[in-house]
Structures are given as structure tokens and as C-alpha cells.
């Protein structure tokens, strides 16, 4: 038990994908994780991972000074900073690696000031399977040398963590990054199609662009579920429902700012068409079965 205590303790809340792999990524690495979500299946899972589970935000709070928040929406984040706030603890980091808009992590941010505590703002890039074999890149903002304090703890989660400035700066890289994502997938799907109407072999299609200058991050990560035509279960990588929420966020930023966006946006109806047809807690790989809908192409 020492050695899995010997890097010391540290707090998540939000157990899901992200948050989970996360978790079990620490454990493995020595860290001692006290977990919530209030997913009593999430919880179940985590403890048989070695999480310590508590039964709220407060509670992991009051077991771990550091407290990493992964949460799905942002009514979890006012809940979660309300509660670690009302706590009346000494103080907290608490790390926010979730998508949302700046103004949601803002709130959270003074109430946990208010508070005494210090919260960062550090959303990740990485879909939930690079999450798993540690393949993230932190984008961290906020007051730096206490992102430098955390360094070793996103070394034993992520492959890279990166200073970017003030407060709110890591979300802005978040939506450019994404916004690549979004374009990327629908892409991906859409040269599959292209190549499979042509009468192409699936998994050559995959082979073939991959080990050309065609390829992405993106195409290796999703193309696998293309060529199988499967979307679903231990593939999951990011939910259509919870990447709509994302693509909102990004869409509601760039008109904010008046940048435009016209490939971004000539993805949404893609996604949009996903979510209508039954992919809703599919990856968002399943674009590339809309696209074959589209074309009459039937496997």
C-alpha cells in the first residue's frame, strides 16, 4: 500500500471516459485516487480499478488538496465548485480539464477564489482511447508556478503538458484544436466513402492512407471503427451527443470573436445527422455512416 501512496494523493470528479482512464492511469502510476461521480456504475468501475471512491465533490476534496474535475456539463462544474467552496477547506488546486465555454470555468474559477482556492484551467487534447494509454497533451492556463507544481502529476496522465498563459487561454487552444477534430473526422469519413463506393477494400483504404501523406491523428484513431462499421461499445472514443455540445461551444467562440468558420461549420449537419439517425451515444466516427446513406452505399 505505500508504494501506491508514495507520489500522494489527488481527487477526481467526473469518473467517465476521460476521467476514469485518467484515474486508473494515476493509480497505475503510484498516485493514491479518491473518486466521485454520481453514476453509481462509474463509481463501481473505479473502485475495481483502485480508486477510492467518496460519495461527493466535498469529500474528495477533504481527502486530496489537488482535485482534477471532468465533468460532462456545466451545471456538474457549478455543483462541483459550489460544493468544494461551501466545504470551507484550506487550500485546493483544483485542475478543470472539461470542454466549456470561458464564461462557465470564469464562475467556477472567482467561487473557488472566493474561497481561497486556486483553480486551473487545463483542458485536454485526446479522445478517451488516447486517454487510456496516456497519449494526451494538457493545455494548462492559469497562475503558472502553480502549474509548474502540477508538472509531475500531468507527466504520469498525459505524453505532454504545456504553460499557455493566462487563465482561460487553454480552452482558446481547446477550440482550435477541435475545431481541426471536427473538420478531420468528417473528412476521414468522407474519403472512406469515396473509396469504398470506388470499390475499394475498406481495410487497404485504411492501410494505404495511413502510410501516405493523406494521413491524421484522426484518420488513424477512427478509420479502425470505419473500416469494421462499428461505433459502438469499448470503441466509443467521443460521444455524438457530448461532441454537440463541444461543436456548440466552438461555434458560439468563434462568432464571439468574428472569426469565420466555413469548414468547421459545413461539418455540423454531418453530426447533427449522426444524432437524429441513432447514433447519439455512438463515436463520431458513425458521420461516415450518414456519408453512406448519402452515397446508397449499403455493406
Known sequence: MSAARSKGSVGIVGLGIMGGAIGRNLVSAGWQVFGFDIDAARQKEAAAA???TVNS???VAKKASTILTSLPKPDALDMTAHGIAA????RRVVIEVSTFALDDKTRAEEMLRAAGHVMLDCPLSGTGAQARTRDLVVYASGDSATIEAQMPLFADFAREAHDVGAFGNGMKMKFVANLLVAINNVASAEAMVLGMKAG????QIFQLVTAGAAN???FELRGPMMVENRYDGTNVTMRVSTWQKDMAVIGDFAQSIGCPTPLF???EPFYAAAMSTGHAGHDTASVCEVLERMA???R
Do not use: F, Q, V
Open 50 to 52: 483502485g480508486i477510492t
Open 57 to 59: 465533490a466535498a469529500a
Open 87 to 90: 466545504a470551507k477547506l484550506p
Open 200 to 203: 475499394l477494400d475498406p481495410k
Open 216 to 218: 491524421s491523428r484522426i
Open 265 to 267: 461549420s459545413a461539418t
Open 296 to 298: 446508397g452505399l449499403k
